[in-house]
């Protein structure tokens, strides 16, 4: 988010590639993080449709930064492309703030494996 916004502001092309360093390392950060974290709020049970739901989303938000950002850069240059990119970063940090993780790490260590409803391979 920082970066979005330090890459909207800077002037040289050395502290846009220091922006974009920084950015680059906060996502990588961000996906282990993300993955670790559903790992440790998932059911035994759910595990594969929660891991599922996570990487659609992650798809359709490789979709949808990037056309917002050509949307904004067409019409009002890259520096605005880049505040949207921070927006749509800020959006993403409120939803995570309205997370109560541990009420979720909770339930998920306390919601038995029910063995009706995992697949197998009889059909039954």
């Known amino acids: ?65 990037p056309v917002v950002y050509g949307i904004l850069v067409l019409a009002a240059g890259p520096r605005t492309g880049l505040c949207g990119i921070a927006v749509l970063g800020s959006i993403g940090l409120a939803v995570m703030a309205t997370v109560d993780f541990e009420a979720g790490q909770q339930h998920s260590q306390s919601t038995p494996i029910d063995e009706t409803s995992s697949l197998r391979a009889d059909g039954v």
């Open 1 to 65: 988010l920082l970066s979005s916004v330090g890459c909207a502001l800077v002037y040289t092309d050395m502290d846009f590639f220091v922006v974009n360093v920084m950015l680059a390392m906060a996502g990588s950060g961000g996906y282990i993080f993300s993955r670790v974290l559903l790992a440790r709020l998932t059911t035994r049970s759910n595990t594969s449709q929660h891991f599922g739901f996570m990487a659609g989303v992650s798809r359709v938000s490789g979709l949808i930064g």
